[in-house]
T-cell receptor, first 117, second 116 residues
């Protein structure tokens, strides 16, 4: 079974600085997706960034980028120029591409990011 | 607008009183799923459905039922709720399995359920 580990329960960053959130995962599959979801106080699950495992290039979405290390099974999220609105819980998630009927999203336990003004 | 709609958003009920949380999506997705979110545990899958009349258990199905009579709807049923089912519930949908164009799961806004 796939597992996703987010070992840091909380992190804090100064506004305008850069922060990196860590995530590791375990799988025997070769094709899969990795995601970072943001959950602000509104509780909505918002997709931040997506990475396809077959792509070697790291995904980037504006101030958000990932460092995807497939061999190491590591998928960290870097937030540049942190803003107050980035304060939220962040979940790392895995989804297999060919896992049969239930290609469920497997989540880490989440990390709470606070942004200091 | 593409969306997943859950109702109710908030509910306080008592032990043993049957309740249903509705979920509807307007994206013609085959795959739908229910998750519960608890502090320190992340999100865990309760049930999923690959298509109409095709449902199966996820990781934490005990105490829940689902049905998929129409493609767009996937209600979550708690026949006899207990306090350990107090949680935040999310419905999600996507194109078939993980083989869609993005693999992304689209989430509803969540339903906060409290069982006294």
């Amino acid at each position: 079974a796939q597992t996703v580990t987010q070992s840091q329960p909380e992190m804090s960053v100064q506004e305008a600085e850069t922060v990196t959130l860590s995530c590791t995962y375990d799988t025997s599959e070769s094709d899969y997706y990795l995601f970072w979801y943001k959950q602000p106080p509104s509780r909505q699950m918002i997709l931040v960034i997506r990475q396809e495992a077959y792509k070697q290039q790291n995904a980037t979405e504006n101030r958000f980028s990932v460092n995807f290390q497939k061999a190491a099974k590591s998928f960290s999220l870097k937030i540049s120029d942190s803003q107050l609105g980035d304060a939220a819980m962040y979940f790392c998630a895995y989804r297999g591409l060919y896992t049969g009927a239930n290609s469920k999203l497997t989540f880490g336990k989440g990390i709470t990011l606070s942004v200091r003004p | 607008e593409a969306q997943v709609t859950q109702n109710p958003r908030y509910l306080i009920t008592v032990t043993g009183k049957k309740l249903t949380v509705t979920c509807s999506q307007n994206m013609n997705h085959e795959y739908m799923s229910w998750y519960r979110q608890d502090p320190g545990l992340g999100l865990r899958q309760i049930y999923y459905s690959m298509n109409v009349e095709v449902t199966d258990k996820g990781d934490v199905p005990e105490g829940y039922k689902v049905s998929r009579k129409e493609k767009r709807n996937f209600p979550l049923i708690l026949e006899s709720p207990s306090p350990n089912q107090t949680s935040l519930y999310f419905c999600a949908s996507s194109s078939r399995g993980g083989q869609g164009p993005t693999g992304e799961l689209f989430f509803g806004e969540g339903s906060r359920l409290t069982v006294l």
